[in-house]
Nanobody, 128 residues
Framework: VQLQASGGGLVQAGGSLRLTCAAS????????TAWFRQAPGKEREFVMA????????YYTNSVKGRFTISRDNAKNMMYLQMRSLKPEDTALYYC??????????????????????WGQGTQVTVSS
């Protein structure tokens, strides 16, 4: 499966953005998918994940109550709705996919090494 992330941009603190991850090549429903982000000089960080059916979602504590992950398997798309953005959310955001289950282990689903497919990243910059 090929992934392409889009929707990033420059926004003021408190603003909102919606990221989109478009999949091609294979049906997205067979993959669990996630958003990661990487700020300059930092390691790639797990943000949110969603199972193939969309029935389970997971998040990192820093985005709780502000970010929402969703997917539309009919359109082969995944989304990240980001609200109440903070300067510390500034990063390059990547979408990723894995054919393996992500429901059993926190350590598994938050480790970028367990995702086989990656989009190219979209920049999110939040100004203070």
């Amino acid at each position: 499966v090929q992934l392409q992330a889009s929707g990033g941009g420059l926004v003021q603190a408190g603003g909102s953005l919606r990221l989109t991850c478009a999949a091609s090549g294979r049906t997205l429903s067979r993959y669990s998918t996630a958003w990661f982000r990487q700020a300059p000089g930092k390691e790639r960080e797990f943000v949110m994940a969603i199972t193939g059916s969309g029935g389970n979602t997971y998040y990192t504590n820093s985005v709780k109550g502000r970010f929402t992950i969703s997917r539309d398997n009919a359109k082969n798309m995944m989304y990240l709705q980001m609200r109440s953005l903070k300067p510390e959310d500034t990063a390059l955001y990547y979408c990723a996919a894995t054919e393996r289950t992500i429901t059993l282990s926190l350590l598994f689903r938050t480790n970028p090494k367990n995702y086989n497919y990656w989009g190219q990243g979209t920049q999110v910059t939040v100004s203070s």
